[in-house]
């Protein structure tokens, strides 16, 4: 898996994976449902037309080109077991690496300015933390227990924030995340903020995060 990316300090890295540089994206979907029991399933990919990278959806303007689900049934494909994501993946070697939120975990967006003040923060509480993605569109996806989308609303009211006056998203069924590796066309990969190890297996609530996370989109707006 990924390298916590550059400027992301985090102390809670003890145990790390071992990194996987150069792995596939089969490789690293086998791994994430073997290793961590995600669900995963495949999404578009990026092709070479003219010279230029465009996703495999055929719209030019794509906002996430090789990064969004290939088919509007994308729910029914995720699994849980290495062996179909191995058999998938093998069908299509350069899909995108997609994670179905509302199942093993939700996920907490944020703009990326606001998840690195957030992280920070975290950081001084001494919050444990369970992974949090950085996507070359500028969001930070904290991962949380699954029922967040539920609690977030009265959660954020109850700190004083209207959920409509901050840029905090809780994704949960029937939403999706991409994972690292993941490239959103020429933009670049999605990358691990706080990637996962050994000791985030358990993920924190929604309730543990949300001060951090409103305080710094408040102050990112």
Known sequence: MEETIAGAQNTQLTGHIPQQRGESLLETAVRYAE??????????????VDGTQRCSCGEAA???????????DW????????????????????????????RTFDALSV????????????ERMEL???PVTLSPDRRMHFFVLPG?????????RTLGWSLTSLDLVALGEGAYVAAPPTR?????????????????????????????LAYACGRDR
Not at 35 to 48: M, Q, Y
Not at 80 to 101: D, H, N
């Open 35 to 48: 290793e961590r029991h995600w669900d995963v399933f495949p999404g578009t990919w990026l092709e070479s």
């Open 62 to 72: 794509c906002p996430a080109p090789g990064a969004h689900p290939a088919r509007p």
């Open 75 to 102: 729910a029914t494909l995720a699994t849980g077991s290495a062996t179909v994501a191995r058999r998938m993946w093998q069908k299509q070697p350069t899909a995108s690496i997609l994670l179905p939120t509302g």
């Open 111 to 122: 703009p990326e300015s606001a998840g690195f003040l957030a992280l920070a923060r975290m």
């Open 128 to 130: 444990t933390l369970g």
């Open 148 to 156: 967040a989308s539920a609690k977030v609303p009265d959660l954020v």
């Open 184 to 212: 959103f066309g020429s933009r670049g990969a999605v990358q691990w903020a706080c990637r996962p190890t050994p000791a985030n297996r358990w993920l924190p609530d929604a309730e543990e995060l949300i001060s951090p």
